[in-house]
């Protein structure tokens, strides 16, 4: 069975610094891993997505994230965070042994201080 | 292109009653999922669908039932709501199963 987890339910950085979100999964087989943002009273959107190929992927909003078999990690980061930034982060895990279906992490809220 | 639509977006039922949520996508994905998100909790899923006619168990299915009598629709039904069931409800449709379109999501209150 999958699981994902996500080390901190909430993190604040200031405007300007560096955004790191941590994302630690479990699989059995090669994994699919995803991160998804939602903006207040919203739903999720796909920021970025690895399945096959180059570990380091890059997303939208200059997000990027990469995949660490040997750590089993999928952290999200961005150089400098903006106030547009601040919202819910999810990661979310899929695999083929799972038919496919996302299991989803907690979710960290990004706040982001002026 | 309005990709996936969900009403209503706000309801609050007593305890007892029933509602159904609806879904509808326009993407001709044949993957269609129910969500619920409960804080701090992330989304489980409640069940989902791999086209027309054809309906599984996800994670926390009791209390619920879905039908999917067509590509674009899939409705959610809740019978004899309990305030357990309060939430956010999200529906998400996909062409591949993991790569999946969100709602704006149905907050429900049951009291």
């Known amino acids: 069975a999958q699981s994902v987890t996500q080390l901190g339910s909430h993190v604040s950085v200031s405007e300007g610094a560096l955004v790191l979100l941590r994302c630690n999964y479990s699989s059995s087989v090669p994994p699919y891993l995803f991160w998804y943002v939602q903006y207040p009273n919203q739903g999720l959107q796909l920021l970025l997505k690895y399945t096959t190929g180059a570990t380091l992927v890059k997303g939208i909003n200059g997000f990027e994230a990469e995949f660490k078999k040997s750590e089993t990690s999928f952290h999200l980061t961005k150089p400098s965070a903006h106030m547009s930034d601040a919202a819910e982060y999810f990661c979310a895990v899929s695999d083929d042994n799972a038919g496919n279906m996302l299991t989803f992490g907690g979710g960290t809220r990004l706040m982001v201080k002026p | 292109n309005a990709g996936v639509t969900q009403t209503p977006k706000f309801r609050i039922l007593k305890i007892g009653q029933s509602m159904t949520l609806q879904c509808t996508q326009d993407m001709n994905h044949n993957y269609m999922y129910w969500y619920r998100q409960d804080p701090g909790m992330g989304l489980k899923l409640i069940y989902y669908s791999v086209g027309a006619g054809i309906t599984d168990k996800g994670e926390v299915p009791n209390g619920y039932n879905v039908s999917r009598s067509t590509t674009e629709d899939f409705p959610l039904r809740l019978e004899l709501a309990a305030p357990s069931q309060t939430s956010v409800y999200f529906c998400?449709?996909?062409?591949?199963?993991?790569?999946?379109?969100f709602g704006p999501g149905t907050r429900l209150t049951v009291t």
């Open positions: 998400a449709s996909s062409y591949l199963p993991s790569e999946q379109y």
